[in-house]
């Protein structure tokens, strides 16, 4: 049972652009709400990570946007460049003594064109 | 500063080998754990550990073990490999508690059984 859903599986943007992935949770409980980012060869780290206080947390080009009763959460890379082609993945975990338990959603690769 | 350091990078097995995958970090890291990445479904919890002597099942521990005698190191054994196992496998650790729970990847084992 995948209990984040993540959407699109592949996004192809061009160079500018506004890549935007979608993650969907069921467990209520979760409170911590990360992304990662992972390039070819390499193990994926974290990006950006939002807790469900703030709606939106902002850290450069990249945006998360937390809708709380709509249960889900989304990624904006704007002005997306070429060297953000990676693999991204949301993730999930309850309360702060989970010890990093975190529940992944699917993945989703993305591809800026130049 | 090494971080999380796996080894070996590739392997292949024969159905019915055995293997142990080594993770050793360096950051005085609490918590451990061992996931694997497949295409489609992100990546999935094998087994973790709170502490020295603590291990306890993820989503999918079958066909593993685990053991942690030491906070450095956590060694995922493989029992008797089937190609069900071929995947990506990867270690991570982090802080217990904490402000955020920030994982810490290392750059994995690409296993492939045959």
């Known amino acids: 049972q995948q209990q984040v859903k993540q959407s699109p599986q592949s996004l192809i943007v061009q160079k500018g652009g506004i890549s935007i992935i979608n993650c969907a949770y069921e467990?209520?409980?979760?409170?911590?709400f990360p992304w990662y980012q992972q390039f070819p060869g390499k193990g994926p780290a974290l990006l950006i990570a939002i807790r469900p206080d703030v709606s939106e947390k902002k850290e450069g080009r990249f945006t998360i946007s937390f809708n709380k009763s709509a249960k889900q959460f989304s990624l904006h890379i704007m002005d997306s460049q070429p060297g953000d082609s990676a693999t991204y993945f949301c993730a999930a975990s309850i309360g702060e003594t989970s010890g990093s338990r975190l529940t992944f959603g699917e993945g989703t690769q993305l591809t800026v064109n130049p | 500063n090494a971080g999380v350091t796996q080894t070996p990078k590739f392997q292949v097995l024969k159905t019915g080998q055995s293997m142990t995958l080594q993770c050793a970090q360096d950051?005085?890291?609490?918590?451990m754990s061992w996931y694997r990445q497949d295409p489609g479904m992100g990546l999935r919890l094998i087994h973790y550990s709170v502490g020295a002597g603590i291990t306890d099942q993820g989503e999918v521990p079958n066909g593993y073990n685990v053991s942690r005698s030491t906070t450095e190191d956590f060694p995922l054994r493989l029992l008797s490999a089937a190609p069900s196992q071929t995947s990506v496998y990867f270690c991570?650790?982090?802080?217990?508690?904490?402000?955020?729970?920030?994982?810490?990847f290392g750059s994995g084992t690409q296993l492939s059984v045959l």
């Open positions: 991570a650790s982090s802080y217990l508690m904490g402000p955020t729970e920030k994982l810490f």
């Open positions: 950051m005085n890291h609490e918590y």
């Open positions: 467990n209520t409980a979760f409170d911590y």
